[in-house]
């Protein structure tokens, strides 16, 4: 049974620090992985998705990356901004099945301090 | 391009009544997922509709159904609600079952139930 844990839970930095969050699953035979953003009450807006077959993708302050191998998936943010604040969730699309399945972390909530 | 737009945004409901949720995808979509999200367990997958056939079921009792229509919209619907059913419902549509675009979510619906 596919399993995802990000770490850390909580994370509060001050604005213009460089910052990791990460993902750990435990089934490599995943599609696809996706990072999302959601704001407190509203829906998740996906910020970068990756291909099983890809290592990285990157969208302006944003670079993630996926090493399936190890089960494990980095999301890095750079020159953090106030408005960076929010949770971020990973998903891996089930790989084993023909679905849309995905399945989620816990999140990380971040804080990003003036 | 519209977004996936659920209806209603915000229920409440008396325990032991029942709910139907509405999602209507992203033009062209033809999956749709629906996702239910705790403080406690987080983002749980509760069933996927692909050309109006259901491909995967979550671990939902049977109180929780959906269907979805030619033009692929979906309802989802909880008949005898229960406290516990009080969630935030999400729903995510993407271009087919299994596809490299990923999935888009809507802003949810929160159901509280009383």
């Known amino acids: 049974k596919q399993e995802v844990t990000q770490i850390p839970a909580a994370l509060s930095v001050p604005e213009g620090e460089n910052l990791v969050l990460n993902c750990s699953f435990t089934?490599?035979?995943?599609?696809?992985l996706q990072w999302f953003r959601q704001d407190p009450g509203k829906g998740l807006t996906s910020l970068l998705l990756?291909?099983?077959?890809?290592r990285e993708q990157t969208s302006g302050r944003l670079n993630a990356s996926l090493d399936k191998s190890s089960g494990r998936s980095t999301l890095y943010i750079a020159a953090s901004q106030p408005g960076d604040s929010a949770t971020y969730l990973c998903?891996?699309?089930?790989?084993?099945?023909?679905?849309?399945?995905?399945?989620f972390g816990q999140g990380t909530t971040l804080q990003v301090k003036p | 391009k519209a977004g996936v737009t659920q209806t209603p945004r915000y229920l409440i409901k008396t325990r032991g009544q029942q709910v139907t949720l509405s999602c209507s995808p992203i033009?062209?979509?033809?999956?749709v997922s629906w996702y239910q999200q705790t403080p406690g367990q987080g983002l749980q997958f509760l069933f996927e509709?692909?050309?109006?056939?259901?491909?995967n079921k979550g671990n939902f009792p049977g109180r929780f159904s959906g269907r979805q229509f030619s033009n692929s919209r979906s309802e989802m619907n909880v008949s005898t609600l229960e406290l516990g059913d009080s969630a935030l419902y999400l729903c995510?549509?993407?271009?087919?079952?299994?596809?490299?675009?990923?999935?888009?979510f809507g802003q949810g619906t929160r159901l509280t139930v009383v």
């Open positions: 998903a891996v699309s089930d790989g084993s099945s023909n679905t849309g399945k995905l399945i």
């Open positions: 990756i291909q099983s077959s890809q």
């Open positions: 089934d490599s035979a995943i599609y696809n």
């Open positions: 995510a549509s993407s271009l087919a079952a299994t596809t490299p675009g990923g999935a888009f």
């Open positions: 509709y692909f050309s109006e056939t259901q491909r």
């Open positions: 033009s062209g979509h033809r999956s």
